[in-house]
């Protein structure tokens, strides 16, 4: 069964850049369609970006212009490219595989000085 896991979380100051990684293990050579969700303390999960089997992409407002979501196939994965990273970007990140609705642990991320 394909499932993802998150990787490349961490702790970085205002200004700074991370990139997520999605492994997609046990893909049998399909393309998915892909979103990075997001939570942050005490609100509710929010879509952050997304991307279809062809490379469509598209993000929420609050990201536009600084996450950048793409794939590499070989090996299978989706990252999140997060530039200009602000205090309001702290979050838990989940990779989740939209059309069998299979969510990974999460990976955490942190914007502070």
């Known amino acids: 069964q394909v499932q993802p896991v998150e990787s490349g979380g961490g702790l970085v100051q205002p200004g700074g850049s991370l990139t997520l990684s999605c492994a997609i293990s046990?893909?049998?050579?399909?393309?998915?369609?892909v979103d990075w969700y997001r939570q942050a303390p005490g609100k509710q999960r929010e879509l952050v970006a997304v991307?279809?089997?062809?490379?469509?992409?598209n993000y929420a407002d609050s990201v536009k212009g600084r996450f950048t979501v793409f794939r590499t196939d070989v090996p299978d994965t989706v990252f999140l490219e997060m530039n200009n990273l602000k205090p309001e970007d702290t979050a838990d990140y989940f990779c989740?595989?939209?059309?069998?609705?299979?969510w990974g642990r999460g990976t955490q991320d942190a914007v502070s000085s």
């Open positions: 989740h595989f939209i059309h069998s609705n299979q």
């Open positions: 991307i279809t089997p062809s490379n469509k992409t």
């Open positions: 046990g893909n049998d050579g399909r393309i998915l369609a």
